[in-house]
């Protein structure tokens, strides 16, 4: 058997959905989620991509996760717009509450859409880009499960906590960014552990507390903030911004609820996901041009880059030519299609 | 002489007002910028307190910042305040603006500040704290100089371009941070090069491109983002938030500008800042009360902190005790009394 299977877009997205229904996702959920898988790999990021699959499927089965979920919507004040997830996947509530929340951000300049009771850790960099498409500038913050200390410390406390932000451009997609405020993201030690990989120094201590660089025993530890203790910092507010504010689980909170259902799937329970949403056009006019101006001034030194550019890459590649999947892991999908 | 002169913060704020109205700031200006001088010095931020008096003085001796602005406030959307700071120095903005966009974030949930035309860089922690004090959760960010290459790169093109959080407590000041987003503030090298420190790996390049430990090489060559590409999109979210959207310069823009002037001071020219504001009694009314659940979880572990409680020590010690300013620095800053 060869080590990877090329499946093309289309195939990754109806493989995904038909696993999702097959075990007790509604169809239009499905649809969502399965939208979300796929675009995670065309753009290169496989951790929110297949290899989620399994996770999200084991959630479904041992009744943490209702895939049936039916978001619940509330005008909350003039710029906020809350989102029950009712302990479903999050896609669906980003895209219940959205068109709200974009017309509230147009009309008052700045507005906000809470979202908890969130059933997993879902790909931020698909919660922005559909607001930088429509014109906004959105920042999203979400809370995941206890997996990283705080600063000086040594017990798994805050999530990896992730940031994503997308800026729109004049004729090209969003430009943006999403990633974990610890140093590293858990799937990527998921991904080195599965693959044999040595992880850098200042992702993790091991479970005595001691820095490691072996993936396996990282799972086993805990893992560190970004940057010390600025990234503790940023952690912080995150939890409170995504948790606090929304009502949405802080990640302790959510560790000791999943623990309740054997957490094997690895996913957070009721978190929390701020989403702030801007209008350019409320403050300047010229913005859509300056920031250009900005630009072509990075990219005018070797080296450099702007963020989101190669996942566009990744993504134009795709496109055209599919993505490698894991074979062991394409097998095991293939396997939950009949639940 | 002694090394060091002990001070009390009346007369930092005595002596910093003085000074300010000799060399040609506005009565109420002066006692504004003075006190954000004294709560620099008092909360062991020094490099925001009686060392930048001499700066801000040079700068109003050429011309290129205000000392008599009067900043002018706009309601330009439900949720947004712009204010012009007219080339002026930025804390008379803040204050100008405080009560609109305090209203506005109550009513709506959400609402932003963006200043621009900023002549200087403030400590933006006291922008964030008295948003924090009046139940607010503020973020701060802004632009400053160019100082620090993208990453990749090896010319200066962002700047420091800070970022702040303030969050309220029940009976208690508000926890959060104020922190540069490339490796080191500037201020942080400036202190290092006059008292003869070496700086960390990892903060600057000098003037040829190489990395380098020595801060005067460092001051003359060019600071390096927080953490690599993660801190790289953050400075460019700094930089698209405070400039792009409220109309002040861009860091290479305000460099540009500032080199007309010669810059000796070495403040912004222009710069733009945006104040988030966000109200928690708008989402979930036990905000304040889950919140200190996770600080108590976190103070639960050996060797952590809450972000901001370092500050607060030292204000109270500063209040009780004083501060000691470099003796050669306060007699600069006498020799100023007389303008």
Not at 24 to 52: P, W, Y
Not at 315 to 329: K, M, N, W
Request: glycine share 12%; aromatic share 6%.
């Amino acid at each position: 058997m060869p080590d990877t299977v090329r499946l093309s877009l289309a195939e990754i997205r109806d493989l995904s959905t038909e696993v999702f229904v097959a075990n007790g996702m509604s169809q239009s959920n499905a649809e969502i989620v399965a939208g979300v898988v796929t675009s995670a790999e065309a753009d290169g990021t496989h951790s929110h991509g297949l290899f989620r699959v399994p996770g999200y499927v084991s959630s479904m089965q041992n009744g943490r996760v209702d895939g049936k979920a039916v978001p619940e919507v509330t005008d909350a004040a003039p710029a906020l717009v809350a989102v029950d997830t009712k302990n479903g996947f999050s896609p669906p509530a980003v895209v219940a509450g959205r068109s709200l929340a974009i017309e509230k951000a147009r009309s008052q300049g700045i507005a906000a859409m809470g979202l908890r009771n969130n059933g997993n850790l879902n790909a931020l960099w698909w919660d922005v880009e559909q607001f930088g498409e429509a014109g906004l500038i959105a920042i999203a913050m979400s809370t995941t499960r206890s997996l990283v200390a705080p600063w000086g410390g040594d017990k798994a406390l805050f999530g990896t906590d992730p940031i994503a932000f997308a800026c729109p451009r004049a004729g090209k997609p969003p430009m943006g960014f999403d990633f974990a405020t610890s140093a590293a993201a858990r799937g990527e030690i998921m991904v080195a552990a599965r693959e044999g990989h040595a992880i850098p120094e200042g992702w993790a201590l091991d479970r005595d507390g001691n820095p490691t660089t072996d993936a396996k025993a990282a799972l086993e530890g805990v893992q560190l903030p970004l940057g010390a203790h600025k990234g503790n910092a940023i952690i912080i507010m995150v939890e409170l911004l995504a948790a606090g504010l929304t009502g949405g689980n802080f990640c302790f909170e959510a560790d000791d609820q999943a623990l309740e259902f054997g957490a094997i799937d690895g996913g957070p329970s009721n978190a929390g996901e701020i989403i702030i949403l801007m209008d350019p056009g409320g403050y300047h006019g010229s913005f859509l041009a300056r920031i250009e101006a900005l630009f072509d001034r990075i990219m005018a030194q070797d080296g450099t880059r702007i963020p989101g550019d190669r996942r566009y890459a990744n993504r134009a590649r795709a496109t055209e030519e599919g993505v490698d999947c894991p074979a062991i892991l394409y097998q095991q999908i293939l396997a939950m299609k009949t639940g």
